[in-house]
C-alpha cells in the first residue's frame, strides 16, 4: 500500500505519481490522506489501481479516469468521475452537482445522495445512486444507465438521448421527451446487474423500479413541438 | 383623359424585397432559416482602417533585405511546452462533422506546410486532422462530444471554447443530413438525428469554476499544454479579464464575422460584436491586468488578408486565426461548381448551405460521393500558399511601417477612415488627432 499525504505533499505530486503508472505496475494499491476537499484528486489516472481517498473532496475528482478503481470515504465535490472512461468510482458519503458528467464508460456509485445535473450529458457510464438526486439529472443524456434508488428531482432526463434511467422511488417531473417506459425482462436483467455492481443488491429488487427513456419526438425539429424546446 | 406620369415603384428601405422573401419563407416552413458562416451585413471591419507607413520621424525596412519576423510563441505563461508558430494566422475550430475527413486532412497540410497551428471542433478528433497537424489545439466544448483523456494528452494545445462571434450564448447545431454512421459513432449519437450542442458547459458555470476545471485540465496533461480560453465577442473587457483570472495561457476573442457550420440567421446577425470592437478591449483588459504580451491574444472574425492580419497585430493581438477564408481557399464556393450551386438555388460565393451536407466543392459533407471530389494534397497546398501571401502581405505592410517583426506593429501605425471604425478601433480619424470618446481633439 503507497500512502500519500496530500496535504503535506501536494497534489501534484500525487497526480504526477499516479500518471506515471503507465500499463502494468505492481504499485496497485495506493491510499490518499488528508484531502481537505481539494480539487482534482486522482484526475486523469490510466492504470488498474485501487485508490482510496480518506475523506472529502473537492471538484472534478476522478476525472476521466481509466481503468483505475477510486473509492472517496467521504463526500465528492461537483464534476466526480466527469468524463469517465472505464473503472469505477464509489463514494460512501453525498455526491455535488454534475456527478459523474459526459462519463463514457465506467461505474460510479454514490452511496449517498447526488446534487442536481447528475449523469448530465452522459455518454455511456453507469451510475448507481442509494440516495436521491436533484434536478436536472441526465439532461441531455446519450447512453448509459442511471440507476436511482431513491427519488429524482424535477426535470429527469430533459431532451434525453438514449440513456435509460431507473428509478425506485419519485419523480417530481420529467424533462422535455422524457416518458416512463415498459420494464421488460431484459430491464430487469439488467438493472439486477447494475444493483449488484452497484453494491446495492440488498437494498433494493429490480421489479421496485420504473423505467424512463426517450420519447424521441424531439430528434428531428418540427415546428409544432418548438413549445417542448 | 390627361395620361399623367404614373408614381414609379418604390421599394421600401424597412420592407425590401429580401425582407418580404424571408417573411413568405418562414410563413410556408415554420422554421427559421439556419445557415452557415457568419453575418453578411456591412459592419465596421479592419477595411475602414489605414496604415500610415514610413516618413520623415520613421524610416522603413527594405522589403527584400531587412528581416521582418513572423514567429509567435503561445503558452507562455503556465504552459510547459508552449507553442512556437512560424506565422502568427492559426487555423480555427472548425469540426468533423461540419466538415468532411479529406476537408479537416487538407487544414492539417496547409496549417503544418505553412508552420501554424489547426483546431479540431465540435465533434473530437480525428485521425486526419491529427496526422497531418504538427501543431494541433483540441477544443474542449461544451457538448463533448468525442472527448477523451487520450486525445487531451496528444493535442499540442487545449481551447476551453465558451462562446464562439457567429453565436455568442449559443450551442452548436448540426443537423441529421450530415449525421453519418462515422460522425454519430464519434458523437455518441443515433444516426441521422438533429444535433444540437449544448450552448454551456456540463460540470462547471461562472469564472470561479472555470478556473478549478482548467486546473483540472492542467492536472491531467501534467502541465504541459497551453490552455486557451475561447469567447465570442459579446463582452471582450471583462471576458478577457476573467479568462486571465481563470487561469488562461491564451485567450481567444471571435468577432461575429466569425462562421459557423450552422446555426439561425437571425442569432448569426443579431448576436455579438464585430472584431474591430472587441481587439481594443481585449488588449485593455490584458493591459490593465499587467499581462499583454504576457497572456497571448488571438482574434478572428473576417480575417482575409494580411492586411487585416497586420491591422489586428497592431490592435494589440498576438496572432488571428481564420477559417471562413481558409475553406474558401480549399476550394469552397469556387465559381467552377456554379452550375451545381445553381441546382441548389444558389451561387457562387453565397452559398451557406453547410448544414444540408450537399456542398459541391466536397468540404462541408459527409457525403463520400461529394468529399471524393475533394482532394486533400491539392487544397493543403493551397492553404499552405493562401497562408504565405498573407503573411508576404503583412511582413510588406510591418517593413512600410519600419517594423522588424509583426508584432512590433502598433496602434500609432494606424488611422481610420470612418468615425465609427475610429471609436471601436480607438485610432484617430485620418487627418486628425480625434478618438470619439477618447479626447476632444477636432
Known sequence: MQTF???????????????????????????????????AIAAGVDAPVDITVRGS??????????????????????????????????????????????????LLVIKGNASSRCGISMKGIDIVVHGNI???????????????????????????????????????????????KEMR????????????????????????????????????????????? | MTDFPRTPPRYSATFTPA??????????????????????RHLPHFDDLLFLGASISRYPLEGYREKCATDVWLGTRF???????????????????????????ALG?????????????????????????????????????????????????IEVVVGQGAKPGGGGMLLGQKISDRVAQMRNLPKGIDQRSACRHPDWTGPDDLEIKIHELREITDWEK???????????????????????????????????????????????????????QAVKALQDLGMHRKVQLIVSGGIRSGADVAKALALGADAVAIGTAALIALGDNDPKWEEEYQKLGTTADAYDDWHEGRDPAGITTQDPELYSRFDPILGGRRLKNYLKVMTLEAQTIARACGKSHLHNLEPEDLVSLTIEAAAMAGVPLAGTNWIPGRNGGW
Not at chain 1, 138 to 146: D, E, I, P, R, T
Not at chain 1, 147 to 172: C, P, Q, T
Not at chain 1, 211 to 225: E, H, P, V
Request: charged share 20%; aromatic share 6%; net charge neutral.
Open chain 2, 19 to 40: 425582407v418580404n422573401a424571408e417573411i413568405r419563407r418562414a410563413a410556408a416552413t415554420g422554421i427559421y432559416d439556419i445557415r452557415g458562416g457568419g453575418t453578411k
Open chain 2, 109 to 157: 497540410r496547409g496549417a503544418t506546410a505553412a508552420g501554424t497551428s489547426t483546431t479540431t471542433g465540435d465533434g473530437g478528433m480525428t485521425e486526419e486532422e491529427r496526422g497531418h497537424s504538427k501543431t494541433l489545439v483540441y477544443q474542449y466544448l461544451p457538448s463533448r462530444y468525442g472527448m477523451n483523456p487520450d486525445d487531451l494528452r496528444r493535442a499540442d494545445a
Open chain 2, 226 to 280: 497551453p490552455i486557451y480560453v475561447k469567447v465570442g465577442g459579446a463582452r471582450p473587457y471583462y471576458d478577457t479579464a476573467l479568462a486571465v483570472k481563470a487561469g488562461a495561457d491564451v485567450v481567444v476573442v471571435d468577432g461575429m464575422q466569425g462562421g459557423t457550420a450552422a446555426t439561425q440567421d437571425v442569432f448569426i446577425e443579431h448576436v455579438g460584436m464585430p472584431i474591430l470592437a472587441c481587439i481594443p
Open chain 2, 79 to 105: 504552459a510547459r511546452k508552449p507553442i512556437h508558430l512560424e506565422i502568427p494566422i492559426t487555423i480555427a475550430g472548425m469540426s468533423f462533422g461540419a466538415l468532411s475527413g479529406p476537408a479537416k486532412e
Open chain 1, 57 to 106: 473532496t473537492g471538484y472534478y475528482c476522478a476525472g476521466m479516469n481509466k481503468q483505475a478503481t477510486i473509492r472517496i470515504k467521504g463526500s465528492a465535490g461537483p464534476g466526480v468521475a466527469e468524463n469517465m472512461m472505464s473503472g469505477t468510482v464509489i463514494i460512501d458519503g453525498d455526491a455535488s452537482q454534475y456527478a459523474g458528467a459526459t462519463g463514457r464508460g465506467g
Open chain 1, 185 to 229: 425482462p431484459e430491464h430487469i436483467a439488467l438493472l439486477a446487474d447494475l444493483l449488484k455492481r452497484g453494491e446495492a443488491d440488498g437494498k433494493a429488487r429490480p421489479e421496485e423500479f420504473r423505467r424512463y427513456g426517450s420519447a424521441r419526438k424531439l430528434y428531428n425539429f418540427n415546428i409544432d413541438n418548438a413549445s417542448s424546446y
Open chain 1, 134 to 180: 436533484g434536478h436536472m439529472s441526465a439532461f441531455m443524456a446519450q447512453s448509459g444507465n442511471l440507476v436511482v434508488l431513491g427519488d429524482a428531482g424535477e426535470a429527469l432526463g430533459d431532451s434525453l438521448y438514449e440513456a435509460r434511467i431507473f428509478v425506485r422511488g419519485k419523480v417530481k417531473s420529467l424533462g422535455a421527451d422524457c416518458i416512463e
Open chain 1, 5 to 39: 499525504d496530500l496535504e503535506r505533499e501536494g497534489l501534484r505530486a500525487l497526480n504526477s505519481s499516479l500518471h506515471a503508472l503507465k500499463g502494468q505496475t505492481n504499485m496497485t494499491a495506493w491510499e490518499v490522506i488528508n484531502p481537505r476537499g481539494a480539487h
